[in-house]
């Protein structure tokens, strides 16, 4: 069995902040972000906007996108480090609002790397035949985990949802195969300092702030980012020439061209999108998929990889026919 990509949409809240917004309110500059970071703006989810409202208007898109009945579904992951709620999961009250009460939903925390561990996840179930239909969230609203004085981090981070359905479908296990071909997931607890979130039941027993070693994360995301493609470079024989586009995680535009690089992918290949959102946490490949998708870059039949990293440390890729 493979997993294929039927359906991918995604949901940005309406609100945008530029930087001169944020340097009307910090000790910053649009010069100083745009050199560092690439980013021009960022949405901000309003109060009513939870990260379940959030994510629910970015399934609905996927599942529109799909044309399937919400009730195919019988898996739903949702990668967030910003839930409504401690507990129930985010992906259960997803569920609810689609009015699905078959199969699974469950939140997974992977941080940045999120949506592709949920992909990985939910590829697992599909292809063992443990599920038929997936529904995998990138959903966050790290306007909410913000210190709006530390500038060094909120100017970094936005607020948005990307979702895609998955379905089993028989395949025989060939590169030209539609759907995801290889997943590659990694953790490492020893970096846990450099970026977390001061809260927590087990702390301050607040929600807390995002603190971040800005220069310590930038360091390892380009090391750990090129060594997780070039286990699927060699797992497939393929390389960055073979790739028609590279949908990375978009922290910033220094990580990704510098990771581009290192992978010989042209930067023509490359869907970039933190320029408008910032860094969406687990949201931003699936935000940069349905945008790529929606406008007819990436192809049905295509090879998309994608990869991550964030905090834990934590990384991983996945290379798609789409
Ligand atoms: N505006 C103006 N000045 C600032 C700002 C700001 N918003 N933020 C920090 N500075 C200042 C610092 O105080 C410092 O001043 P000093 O030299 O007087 O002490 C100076 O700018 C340089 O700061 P650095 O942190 O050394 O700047 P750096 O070049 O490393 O850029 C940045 C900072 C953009 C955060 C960079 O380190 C980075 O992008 N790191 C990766 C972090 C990331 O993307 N994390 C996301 C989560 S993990 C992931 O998704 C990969």
Redo the contacts with the bound molecule.
Sequence with gaps: LRSQVVGCGSYLPARIVTNAELAAR????DE??VQ??GIRQRHVAADDEPTSVVGLKAAQAAIADAGIDPSEIDLIIVATATPDHTFPATATQIQAALGITGGAAFDLQAV?SGFVFALATADKFLTTGGARAALVIGAETFSRILDWED??TC??FGDGAGAVVLKAAPGEGTLADRGILTTHIRSDGRHKDK?YVDGGAGSTKTVGFLR?E??E??RH?VTNLAETVRHTFEQTGLSGADIDWFVP?Q??R??IDATADKLGISHDHVVVTVDRHG?TSAASIPLALAEAHADGRIKRGQLVLIEA???GFTWGSALIRW
């Design positions: 910090v000790d910053t500059s100083w972000i560092r970071t940045c500038r060094a100017v970094l970026l971040m800005g220069k994360v930038f995301a995680h922290a910033n220094r990580i860094n990293m964030g905090g």
